[in-house]
């Protein structure tokens, strides 16, 4: 099973900036749930905690999101925006915790999609030309946000994460670029045997700590009896 999807290059401005109202919308996002999280890369442009529309936009348009100064040197009308990635939980994964209603197990998700992503943006790199020759140069940092649902366009069980990666990447010198996506199209098997492990992993721990909490309970009650 794939579980990450690199997805598609987002090149119209005015649909990318959508994107965001339809995250807004039932089928992304239930009352009283939170918007979206700024991934772990964002902080170099100073993004934490919960997504603000205006940021989000500003970053569409290669602008910095908070001072909305230019932030990379191609500002075209059909550059690309950010890449429509999505994280997905196994099938078997999404019906225990969204039928079951078992908070522990989104968080694990969110938690493994997170550190995952994080190992993701360790292979991120620029385009550079030199000597007539294009090369890629590694960054190691990607700009993205964590969108979270549970349910499928159909309305099933279906625990995902839709991650639009920004197209903007730190280099060596501490200029953004525009990012370089092919290493993660080239590890995206890698990449989804690094989560589907870490919900794996995570699921058996959780499982313990349950039954060790359950054992203890019952000692106690056979004490008390």
């Known amino acids: 099973m794939s579980a990450f999807h690199p997805g598609q ?3 119209n401005s005015k649909h990318a900036k959508e994107y965001f109202s339809e995250m807004m919308a039932d089928y992304l996002v239930e009352k009283g749930k939170d918007v979206g999280a700024w991934g772990h890369g964002a902080v ?9 529309k205006e940021h989000f936009c500003r970053l569409v348009d290669g602008l910095h999101p908070l001072t909305a100064e230019s932030l990379t040197q191609r500002q075209r009308e059909d550059r690309r925006s950010y890449l429509g990635t999505v994280l997905s939980a196994p099938k078997s994964f999404s019906l225990v915790a969204v039928l079951g209603q078992d908070d522990r197990l989104v968080r694990l998700f969110n938690e493994s999609v997170d550190e995952t992503m994080e190992i993701a943006s360790t292979y991120a790199g620029v385009r550079v030309r030199a000597n007539g020759h294009d090369d890629d ?3 190691g940092n990607m700009v993205y946000a964590r969108f979270t649902h549970d349910v499928s366009r159909a309305l099933d069980p279906a625990l995902h ?6 197209n903007c990447t730190k280099d060596a010198d501490g200029e953004w670029k525009a990012l370089q996506s092919a290493p993660l199209f080239e590890r995206r098997r890698l990449l989804s045997e690094i989560l589907l492990g870490k919900l794996a992993s995570g699921r058996v721990n959780l499982d313990t700590k349950l039954f060790k909490q359950r054992t203890v309970s019952r000692s106690q009650e056979s004490r008390r009896n």
Do not use: S, Y
Request: glycine letters at 10%; a positive charge; hydrophobic letters at 50%.
């Open 161 to 166: 994460a839709h991650i639009p990666i920004f």
């Open 137 to 139: 140069a590694h960054t």
């Open 44 to 52: 170099a442009l100073g993004l934490r905690g919960l997504v603000q």
């Open 9 to 11: 290059w987002q090149k």
